[in-house]
Structure formats: C-alpha cells, structure tokens
C-alpha cells in the first residue's frame, strides 16, 4: 500500500496485486487501520469491513491476474494518511 496523496483529514492510497510465476484466479487483500481511518470510496475491489479490519476481494472484471502481471486497487479514505501492513492471498 502506498499513500498518492492526502490533505486535512484525508488521503488516497493504492495497492498494486502482483502475480508471481503462476497467475491469480482471485485475490484478497487485507490490513487493520491503526487510528480510526475508514475508506469512503474505493475502485477495482469490493470491501467489507469490521471494526479496524478491512478485507478488499478481486472485482468481477479484475480476478484473473497473468503470471508476471498486476492488478491495483485504489481509495480514498477519512482519517491522517497510513500505510499499514498489507496481507494478500
């Protein structure tokens, strides 16, 4: 996850999904906010959210990802800017 730009009580990052040498037939991201941020818009993924976790799946259009290829997801959110660590299956 990177921040791309943020100001008074908000920001936007993205998160680039990569494949290694075998291609993703779906993919899941996850992290845990560490103050209270909460996404207000978010494209190329569809969330759910509880409490301070949020979990992003593929959208219909973007789930199959080539070897050697990515994808990348991308929101904007309330709260400072934070890049927490991210997980992805």
């Known amino acids: 996850m990177r921040t791309i730009n943020s100001w ?3 920001f936007q990052s993205e998160v680039t999904v990569s494949a290694g040498s075998s291609a ?3 993919w899941t991201v ?3 906010w560490p103050g209270g ?3 207000s818009s978010l494209w190329n993924g ?3 959210v509880s409490g301070s976790s949020v ?3 593929n959208a219909p ?4 990802v080539a070897a050697g290829s990515s994808t990348t997801l991308g929101f904007t959110a309330n709260g400072s800017a934070a890049t927490p660590s ?3 299956s």
């Open 8 to 10: 008074p009580g908000g």
């Open 24 to 26: 993703l037939n779906g």
């Open 30 to 32: 996850k992290w845990t």
């Open 37 to 39: 941020q909460t996404i």
């Open 46 to 48: 569809t969330q759910s």
């Open 55 to 57: 979990t992003v799946r």
């Open 61 to 64: 259009y973007n789930g199959s």
């Open 86 to 88: 991210v997980t992805c």
